[in-house]
């Protein structure tokens, strides 16, 4: 599945931020999209964030304005160079999300943003397994991603949204049960709440 404006739409920044914005309008924007997943934390200035494929920074900008400790982590070189450019008061680490290099128990949010579905299903395990690691006891993993429509009416809009931008990887998270999955690696604490017609969702978990 997708199409060459996927390719675009990593090429050209314009292109990505312009579709951000208008997929973001299903739950009133962008600025209440970035919003969603830190609902209810309680971050302030000294919480150390984590944010977990950091892409460009877009997520990443609305987080340094709670906190003057948060750090981007993304594999690809050329998301990390316009993250520095957009949102020079992070910090940035290029390493994949599977393998990051950070000690045990180093973070009290781990946040990512629309990132899981790019996962194939053993990378997503992997990651996971890896934001449990790293977090600190009672620190908080918090995402939001792509959820199967609780509303038939939503259907269409996703589909062809993911035949044009996404592939079979995002398919497969919305059959997931992301819930279970994160269970399963000891979270606790677990609170879901779906947007859109539940064709995204926010999960917020404790480890």
């Not at 919480?47 to 494929?53: R, V």
């Not at 990443?60 to 008061?89: C, F, H, M, W």
């Not at 395990?125 to 790293?134: E, K, T």
Request: aromatic share 12%; net charge negative; hydrophobic share 45%.
């Amino acid at each position: 599945m997708a199409t060459i404006l996927r390719d675009w739409s990593y090429q050209y920044q314009w292109l990505y931020d312009a579709i951000s914005r208008i997929a973001a309008l299903s739950v009133g924007g962008e600025g209440r999209f970035r919003q969603l997943a830190l609902e209810g934390l309680g971050i302030n200035s000294q919480t150390k964030i984590l944010d977990l494929c950091c892409g460009s920074g877009q997520a990443t900008q609305v987080l340094v304005q709670y906190s003057q400790n948060v750090i981007g982590l993304d594999a690809s070189p050329l998301s990390l160079r316009r993250a520095k450019n957009n949102v020079p008061e992070a910090e940035y680490v290029e390493a994949f999300a599977e393998d990051m290099p950070f000690a045990d128990n180093t973070f009290d949010v781990v946040h990512t943003s629309v990132a899981m579905h790019e996962m194939k299903s053993e990378q997503l395990r992997q990651i996971l397994q890896q934001v449990y690691r790293v977090l600190k006891p009672g620190g908080i993993f918090t995402l939001v991603d792509f959820h199967a429509p609780t509303n038939p009416l939503f259907w269409p809009g996703i589909s062809i949204f993911m035949w044009l931008f996404e592939t079979e990887t995002a398919w497969e998270l919305i059959n997931t049960d992301l819930v279970g999955l994160l269970r399963s690696f000891g979270f606790q604490e677990l609170q879901q709440r779906l947007y859109a017609g539940g064709s995204l969702q926010v999960i917020q978990v404790r480890k």
